[in-house]
Structures are given as structure tokens and as C-alpha cells.
């Protein structure tokens, strides 16, 4: 007798349209034991001040250059930069063709969110986020406007599960002379979707009334298919782990009214709505396992701004939306690894996107240390 197919308990693959890459879903395997590594536990206890952190207010940063005394964001160039200021010098002559090299340059900035060593986004009063938020409209404005730059990425690491080496809550952005590669993938499947034909939908459309992948993504989270990934949304954003998740607990967080290509063109009430939703989900992430969540996070959107948000061109068929890719697994000290199978075959996953969503929905919206204090 054939079985009937259960997504919770059997094996399957699910499609990526953003990337155009399958994930394999395992949830049978979320019962085997674990005997592998475990991270050492968080420090919950950081000082407001650290005499010894390079981004706390009036500090020596490594490379020699003070950081200001700052009451509230703060932003610099970044001492060790991954790529430089244009021009570049000309690329060698390739040996071989399957070997050859392009120049990049750009520039790469540090914005420091706060003054205070211990206090991360999901700690912040909501106005401090928006602080956050007008900062990296500047800054997508800024380095988007330069001759030459034709992506800037804005992105977090948060913990040093991450790779982040500075605990004073931080972000970056970085800006290249060429579209990396993660961003130019998404770009070419939101074209090609926005270029075929699809069923006709209520969802919102792109320019020029073309149909936008992540419009109608959205739509069908909030209104078709219920809640089941949908971890909070608000009167404009919707936080979901999307039905193609790779990471344990990842988040895709997006504007779900209307097709928004950037920051820049996002309304004075959307923004506050932003502030909104990234407090909530950086709070459920806490609370989970009632630590500092690790994750990286990255805004994808159009690759640079235009003159202003009126313009429109080929490129704002982009969607702004953000990636939360966090490793925990199981708790605060056991984290998912990219290895063996993800590696050298397809990414796979054991807990179900809908289970993960579930377990971040059930999180209280009160951070699990302001609770403590009020006790």
C-alpha cells in the first residue's frame, strides 16, 4: 500500500526560485543524537563600556585612529578594507583562459549602532532602529552615487559564532565596482521571472505592472497559504521562513504591500514599520534559547540607487528584502554545519521550515533579559 506523503516526517525537496537551487528537508533526522561540537556558552554580562573594544566611544581602533565620541550611530571607513578606492590597476595578461582575473574596488564602511557595548538591535528602543535604518539609506545613497560602484551590500555579523571579531553591535557595507554573485543570481531569476508568464494574481506588481517573484512570494504567505511560515509580520513587512530555507531558523523579511526596490524608496510609515519588525524578530531570536542569536544578515535590494524614488529603470524589478541566516541548531551550543552532503552535493536541512516558524512564533516578544530584570 502506498504511503501517503507527510512533509513533516519524510524526506523531500524543496525549490529555491531565487536561486534556482533545490534544498533537501530531512525532519526524520531532527531525533538523532548529537556527539559532535559544542560552542562554548555566550557571555550574557558585557559591560555598557569596554576600554579595550575599538568601537566603544573615544577608543583607539588597532590600525592607530580614534573613534569619536558618539550619542548615537556612528560610521567610518573600515580600517582593514576588503577592496579599495578606484581607480584599479589593469588585471595581468590571463595564462590561460580558465584562469583569469578582474579587478574590483569599492570602498568599506562600519556603522556602529549604538555608543552602549552591550546593547544589540533586538536591546534598542525602537527609535535607536530607525536611527539604524536612516544610516543605511545614507550610506546606500552615498556610496551608490560614487563613479564606478555598481552594488552596495549592507550587512550584519552578529556573535562570534559569525566570524564577527568586535561583541560592540555593529553592521557593514560594503561597495563594489562589480555585482557579486549572490545578488546577480537573484537579479537574473527576478527578471526571468518578471519575464515569463504566470497565472493571473491579486498580488502587487512590479514596474511597468510586470510580475515580481517576491511580491507574489509575499502575497501568497499572508493571504493564500496561511500562516505556517509567517513568524510576525506587521502593517507593511512580513518576517516567514521561507519555504526554501537552507538555515535552521532562517528568515526572509520583506515588504509584502507593494513593490519596493530599496531602502530609499521606502515611506517615512514604512520605515517605522521596518524599526518594528526587526526588533520582533531579533527579540525571537534571543529568546529561543535565551542567548545572544547569532546570524548574518544582509539587505538585498536594487544594486544602487537612482536620483530619486520617483525614477524608475530596468533594475527596480529588485525587491527589497532581507536574509537572516543564522547557525543554531538545537540550542545556544550546537550549531548546523555546511559540510559533507551541502558541500559536495545539495544543501539539506532537518527541522521543517514550518517547524522552525512555529517555535519563533511561540517566542515572547519581551526580551528574555529585560524579563529577568523586571523580576
Not at 28 to 57: I, S, T
Not at 172 to 201: C, G, K, R
Not at 292 to 302: C, D, K, L, T, V
Amino acid at each position: 500500500m502506498a504511503q501517503i506523503f507527510d512533509p513533516s516526517t519524510h524526506p523531500h525537496r524543496r525549490y529555491n526560485p531565487l536561486t534556482n537551487e533545490h534544498v533537501i528537508v530531512s525532519p526524520h533526522r531532527n531525533k538523532r543524537p548529537w556527539l559532535g561540537q559544542v560552542e562554548p556558552p555566550q557571555n550574557h554580562e558585557l559591560p555598557q563600556y569596554d576600554a579595550a573594544c575599538y568601537l566603544c566611544p573615544g577608543n583607539i581602533r588597532a590600525g592607530g585612529k580614534k573613534t569619536e565620541i558618539y550619542e548615537h550611530t556612528y560610521i567610518f571607513k573600515n580600517d582593514y578594507a576588503a577592496v579599495l578606492p578606484p581607480p584599479m590597476p589593469k588585471a595581468p595578461v590571463d595564462p590561460h583562459h580558465l584562469l583569469t582575473t578582474e579587478p574590483v574596488g569599492g570602498e568599506c564602511d562600519v556603522l556602529i549602532f549604538h555608543p552602549r557595548h552591550d546593547l544589540t538591535i533586538p536591546r534598542l528602543p525602537l527609535e535607536d532602529v530607525e536611527g539604524i535604518i536612516e544610516e543605511w539609506i545614507k550610506i546606500y545613497r552615498k556610496r551608490g552615487s560614487e563613479d564606478g560602484i555598481k552594488h552596495v551590500q549592507i550587512f550584519e555579523n552578529k556573535g562570534a559564532m559569525m566570524g564577527c571579531s568586535n561583541p560592540h553591535p555593529h553592521g557593514q557595507i560594503w561597495s563594489f565596482t562589480t555585482v557579486p554573485t549572490l545578488p546577480a543570481h537573484e537579479m537574473t531569476n527576478l527578471v526571468n521571472y518578471s519575464n515569463s508568464d504566470h497565472p493571473p494574481s491579486n498580488s502587487p506588481r512590479g514596474p511597468h505592472g510586470k510580475p515580481c517573484l517576491l511580491c507574489e512570494y509575499a502575497h501568497t504567505e499572508v493571504n493564500i497559504e496561511g500562516t505556517e511560515r509567517v513568524v510576525v509580520k506587521n502593517n507593511h513587512w512580513v518576517a516567514v521562513v521561507p519555504w526554501w530555507a537552507y538555515w535552521p531558523f532562517e528568515i526572509l523579511l520583506l515588504p509584502y504591500r507593494r513593490h519596493i526596490p530599496s531602502i530609499f524608496h521606502l515611506t517615512p510609515d514604512e520605515k517605522t514599520a521596518f524599526a518594528d519588525i526587526l526588533s520582533k524578530v531579533t527579540k525571537r531570536y534571543d529568546n529561543l534559547f535565551s542567548c545572544s542569536f547569532a546570524y548574518s544578515m544582509g539587505i538585498h535590494q536594487r544594486p544602487i540607487p537612482l536620483s530619486s524614488p520617483e525614477e524608475t529603470d530596468e533594475d527596480d524589478i529588485a525587491h527589497l528584502h532581507l536574509h537572516f541566516s543564522p547557525p543554531l541548531l538545537r540550542s545556544a551550543t550546537v550549531k548546523k554545519f555546511m559540510a559533507g552532503i551541502e558541500l559536495m552535493a545539495e544543501s539539506q536541512r532537518d527541522i521543517t521550515p514550518e517547524q522552525a516558524a512555529q517555535r519563533l512564533r511561540e517566542c515572547s516578544e519581551t526580551h528574555y533579559m529585560d524579563a529577568i530584570e523586571e523580576k
